[in-house]
């Protein structure tokens, strides 16, 4: 079963503008997280954006001020807006959905997409 889909991903000029979204199924009442991780070519998967349930961001420290992670609770998504893109940027964007089910304190979970190809180039 698919619980997470990324979309918007594509090829976009150096200084331009993407928005990847992550829709997922999970109910939102269980979901602890959403991270947007990506891994280029030949490289480490890195953690790029993050948002709590709370609605707390954290953003890599290369991407601060230019990517900004937001979400919509009535359609269950995720939005990584992606601006001023650099080609170092080129990446699989992964969506990573953490929640919290089960009895009690219940147990942690991540689920994830199956990625969005990112190419910046010119």
């Known amino acids: 079963q698919v619980y997470v889909v990324e979309s918007g991903g594509g090829l976009a000029q150096p200084g331009g503008s993407l928005r990847l979204s992550c829709t997922t199924t999970?109910?939102?009442?269980?979901?602890?997280?959403v991270n947007w991780y990506r891994q280029a070519t030949g490289k480490e998967r890195e953690l790029v954006a993050a948002i709590s349930s709370g609605g707390t961001t954290n953003l890599r420290e290369s991407v601060e001020g230019r990517f900004t992670i937001s979400r919509d609770n009535t359609k269950n998504t995720v939005y990584l807006q992606m601006n001023s893109l650099k080609p170092e940027d080129t990446a699989v964007y992964y969506c990573?959905?953490?929640?919290?089910?089960?009895?009690?304190?219940?147990?942690?979970?991540?689920?994830w997409g199956l990625g969005t190809q990112v190419t910046v180039s010119s």
């Open positions: 999970k109910s939102a009442s269980s979901i602890v997280g």
């Open positions: 990573n959905v953490r929640t919290r089910e089960g009895k009690g304190w219940g147990s942690l979970y991540d689920y």
